[in-house]
């Protein structure tokens, strides 16, 4: 069965860093998502992608954050000056053209110190 | 703006006894909705979905879902409990506009102890 993938499956960087997470979405889907979830609380929407673009994103994802996807088969969340707030899991989704279901990734979880 | 709400934090349940968690959900049309469940550290795995059609949906181990437009839930439920069920649920929502696929909104998760 198609599976997402993130890579690494844990990060730990300094306050102040850019960190990028990985994801590499299912080979035929079109939309890509971010989510995270800070320790003990629900899951968030950060942003979606679709056709190179940003499609829609929540407040949490301001001018620290930022998407691309640089190839055919990678996505990935960039942070550019990471803040100790920003410690959390973050899963990757991605959902294909007349599906119903977003396959969701692992996760990384994003150590701040 | 699409909510959920999951009235209940924490639920304990003797193995072998019926589950029933609870989401109310808030949308202006026809939502689309989904229950995952979360193991400690681990990530979401989809147990079932309801877009449209009967609203008793049949999701994987042994849980199932029932739709109510009139009471705007959708209630997850089990018969019969086992310990490896112990895990957080979340209930998420989904827009349901035709042609596009719409972020997730999740409720704040239940927590589901098992006791032997």
């Known amino acids: 069965e198609p599976e997402v993938t993130q890579t690494p499956s844990h990060q730990v960087t300094q306050m102040g860093q850019e960190v990028i997470l990985r994801c590499v979405p299912i080979?035929?889907?079109?939309?890509f998502y971010w989510y995270r979830q800070i320790l003990g609380q629900k899951v968030e929407f950060l942003v979606s992608?679709?056709?190179?673009?940003?499609?829609?994103k929540s407040e949490i994802f301001d001018d620290q954050f930022s998407v691309e996807r640089p190839d055919g088969s990678n996505f990935t969340l960039k942070i550019r000056s990471t803040k100790l707030e920003d410690s959390a899991m973050y899963f990757c989704?991605?959902?294909?053209?007349?599906?119903?279901?977003?396959?969701f990734g692992p996760g990384t979880r994003l150590t701040v110190t | 703006a699409q909510s959920v709400t999951q009235p209940d934090i924490h639920i304990t349940v003797s193995e072998g006894a019926s589950l029933e968690l609870r989401c109310n959900y808030s949308?202006?049309?026809?939502?689309?909705l989904f229950w995952y469940v979360q193991s400690p550290g681990q990530g979401l795995q989809l147990l079932l979905k309801?877009?449209?059609?009967?609203?008793l949906v049949q999701g994987i181990k042994g849980f199932e879902a029932e739709f109510k437009r009139s009471q705007s839930s959708f209630n997850l439920r089990k018969p019969s409990v086992h310990w490896s069920d112990a895990a957080e649920y979340f209930c998420?929502?989904?827009?349901?506009?035709?042609?596009?696929?719409?972020?997730?909104?999740f409720g704040t998760g239940t927590r589901l102890q098992v006791t032997l």
């Open positions: 989704a991605s959902w294909g053209q007349g599906g119903r279901e977003q396959y």
């Open positions: 080979s035929n889907h079109l939309y």
């Open positions: 992608f679709y056709n190179n673009e940003i499609s829609e």
């Open positions: 949308y202006g049309a026809t939502p689309y």
């Open positions: 309801y877009f449209s059609g009967d609203t």
């Open positions: 998420a929502v989904g827009a349901s506009y035709t042609g596009t696929a719409s972020k997730l909104t």
